[in-house]
């Protein structure tokens, strides 16, 4: 589990140039679930992203990993490497090896496993993300964005980490790739164990993937709890320059028409945030209004 | 029609003999002046690369693109050397990452960076700059150094720097991919208002259902082919064709046709935004409370 405990970071302490990017913060990171965290550009979840594998040190406050502070020693925070896995917005731009069977293999490589364990590692890796054995030979630079990017995601699940932190990693694929990385992530989740972070700007996908959700605003937690608990949260979103989900936005301007005529939408629940929940929630209240309701069984 | 784009027997292939296989494969289309046309496709489809043909940044193999340029007052061909530079004053482009498309530090400067090169008159220059920067809601922010803004301000400093030229058509590929949803909603403005207030010519590669649904026609590349071409509203009831090409409809349309489809007649298949489907909805529970 990892845990923020009042950490802030400034950037250019004592320069002119000082900005604070966390704001003396604390949460926690639950095992095995999925945690996701919005917020708009400069509301320093990337910087949150860094400070989770000891890339970069929080300014005061400290950062545990089972309890122990990973910046407390340099030996600590290289062992936090290996066990907090981070993806980096468009990791493909930093694949580098002749094939993409060493490219996945660096990390595990400098664990210090031997072949047969390495070799076992990047077989596992390829397959969560979906490439397959004939593509382990070829050179990375001759594959699509989407499969780049899955290369680039079997490095770091390589290493078997017990936390895996992805920035953005969907952005710039079709619907298709979004959804079959994102699936594949959340599958990987569930056999290995591994906890996610998803730090992401689609309140669609994060509505639709995440079992708790960080919504940062200024280096500040804005609101934090499951998706529900979150996207009830809809002017504080708003007012921090987040979107809710498109479904919650219909759900809540039905609302808000059917109050405008005096209806009670008591009944109408507007926490929901993806198509099925919504249809769910609408058909039921919608089959009676053309007099089917009686026959409607739920 | 007055067409602004035309492609004939357009064809492209990143194999050097031409051999290989085709990105685009001998496409005809036209886009009317003054449209908003919107290009969907999976990666790979080759959306990208008919935006970029579109604007001379790439050459067909073989076949040809027109522009119809009112500043040039005649018909240009884009393999034409001697008409490219003409091509590039008429069509301009926004990528998608913004850390690539600015050359100034300042700016300002970055926006008047192509009228300067096209030798427009400096009085002339600062009142364009103004005007553009003015356009994007970046006036303001004219003495800033461009590293430092966000990315949806990167982009929309780009936009200006477009609009600076006074292009006839601009295309953007997947310009919003990379911002966060406060900026993608600036940039979607912005690209809306150039349609309506300049009448400006948009083409929108994208792979966001909702941005696509904003345009008067939907274009849907697959395996260098454009296999639906229509209204938002006649594009997105293929639901199951789009799917089979990676793609999906805005949530609003899949939330109204899942409905439809449960026999809710009342509700349309091909609703395309969370307003109207609202509207919809709410009204049909009006009515039921009556």
Known sequence: MIEFSDVSYVY?????????????????????????????????????????????????????????????????????????????????????????????AYGPSNMGLDDNGIKERVEMAAEFVGLSKQVLK???????????????????????PEVLVLDEPAAGLDPRGRSEILGRLTKYRKTSGTSLVLISHSMEDVAEYSDRIIAMNDGRILCSGTPAQVFSHHEELKNSGLALPQITNIMLKVKEKCEKQGINTDFLDSSVFTVEDAYNALLPILRTSDGKGDSYVK | MDYIIKAQGLTFSYDDDGNGSKTVENLDFTIERGSFTAIIGHNGSG?????????????????????NS?????????????????????????????????????VEEDVAFAPENMGVPSNEIRQKVDDALRAVGLYEYRLHDTHKLSGGQKQRVAIAGILAMSPECVIFDESTAMLDPRGRDDVMRIICEMRNKYGITVILITHYMNEAALADRVMVAEAGKIILDGTPKDVFLQKELLKSCGLEVPQATELASRLHAAGISDIPQNVLDTEEAAQIIAALIAKNTK
């Open chain 1, 138 to 160: 070829s050179s990375p630079f001759e594959l699509s964005g989407g499969q780049k990017r899955r290369v680039a995601i079997a490095g770091v699940i390589a290493m078997q």
């Open chain 2, 47 to 67: 959306k990208s690369t008919i935006a970029k043909l579109m604007c001379g940044v790439l050459e067909p193999t073989s076949g040809e693109i027109f522009i």
């Open chain 1, 12 to 104: 250019g302490k004592h320069t002119p140039f000082e900005r604070v990017a966390v704001n003396n913060i604390s949460f926690k990171i639950e095992d095995g679930l999925v945690t996701g965290i919005i917020g708009h550009t400069g509301s320093g979840k990337s910087t949150v992203a860094q400070m989770m594998n000891a890339l970069i040190a929080p300014t005061s406050g400290k950062v545990l990993l089972n309890g122990a502070d990973i910046n407390s020693s340099r030996t600590e925070s290289y062992k936090t490497r290996f066990k907090v896995g981070l993806v980096f917005q468009y990791p493909e731009y930093q694949l580098f090896e002749e094939t993409v069977e060493k490219d996945i």
């Open chain 2, 70 to 106: 009112k500043g040039a007052g005649r018909t240009l061909r884009v393999s034409d050397d001697n008409d490219i530079f003409d091509v590039r004053k008429t069509v301009g482009m926004v990528f998608q990452n913004p850390d690539n498309q600015l050359v100034a530090t300042v």
